[in-house]
């Protein structure tokens, strides 16, 4: 995906198929996303995005496996 590609999903805001997480978000709250895009046959998650579409960034170190190790595992 581009980047310009990027930024026009995020000003269009979130919908039925698109999320904003911040990067603090509890493991709880990233599944149930996670499962209910799955339910709606996919979408988007963006982490490091704020409800009102600002860019807040990922300050988590080593994203990846926090999201496989502690949210698909428990």
């Given at each position: ?26 493991p ?18 963006l ?10 960034g ?16 428990n």
């Open positions: 995906m581009l980047k310009s590609e990027l930024l026009q999903i995020i000003a269009n805001g979130e919908n039925s198929g698109v999320e904003f997480k911040r990067d603090d978000c509890r709880e709250q990233l599944a149930k996303e996670i499962v209910a895009l799955a339910n709606l046959r996919g979408g988007l998650i982490l490091g995005v704020e409800d009102d579409g600002m860019i807040s990922i300050q988590r170190k080593n994203l990846e496996e926090w999201v496989m190790d502690t949210v698909f595992t």
